[in-house]
């Protein structure tokens, strides 16, 4: 069962709703989902640690009062929403982003590939924002790539590489990464 279909996280998200009654939607649909992300990503397992995570968070009533506060009263104008995006989605992009050219730059420069290799490795282990499934998916996605080409390498040390066998590898190269990027973004968007 995902942690956020627990009847315990239905239930205290179900009070929010109703305590955020006058927040507009849309806000009380960010909040919600900012909430649902926070109790996804702690990974609480069983109930004792889903409450502990929810007491965490603190009451419903206490939420939807600190919601409230922020929202600008009748006849107050709202505050400019900047140009710079959240830390989150940031770092994210910047992790995906890494993971899905790695296969494509170790195929054009192996140094480089190796280095956005590593990079979006590190930033996707020590993000909070996927799960240990996801971030396995992510790196045999990426990782699976070089490896790939390694082992063709090795396989094809006497042959030449023809046309078709570069289009291959380059394909390859692109849509494995490409898959686990997809993964990865549709797991944010959750």
Do not use: C
């Amino acid at each position: 069962m995902n942690t956020t279909d627990h009847p315990l996280v239905a239930e205290y998200l179900d009070a929010v709703t109703r305590e955020t009654a006058e927040l507009p939607a849309e806000r009380r649909a960010e909040l919600l989902a900012d909430l649902r992300e926070h109790i996804e990503v702690s990974g609480a397992g069983d109930d004792q640690r889903l409450r502990e995570v929810l007491a965490e968070l603190g009451e419903p009533r206490t939420v939807a009062a600190s919601a409230l506060a922020e929202e600008p009263q009748a006849g107050e104008a709202p505050e400019p929403k900047g140009p710079v995006l959240p830390e989150r989605p940031t770092r994210a992009r910047l992790t995906v982003g890494l993971l899905a050219v790695a296969g494509l730059l170790v195929l054009l420069n192996s140094f480089a590939g190796g280095v956005a290799l590593i990079a979006g490795l590190a930033l996707l282990w020590t993000s909070p924002y996927w799960d240990n499934r996801r971030k396995v998916i992510g790196t045999a996605t990426a990782a699976g790539v070089p490896l790939l080409l390694l082992l063709a390498a090795v396989l094809l040390a006497a042959t030449r590489l023809g046309p078709v066998e570069l289009l291959v590898l380059m394909g390859v190269s692109v849509a494995v990464p490409a898959f686990g990027a997809i993964t990865l973004l549709r797991a944010l968007r959750r």
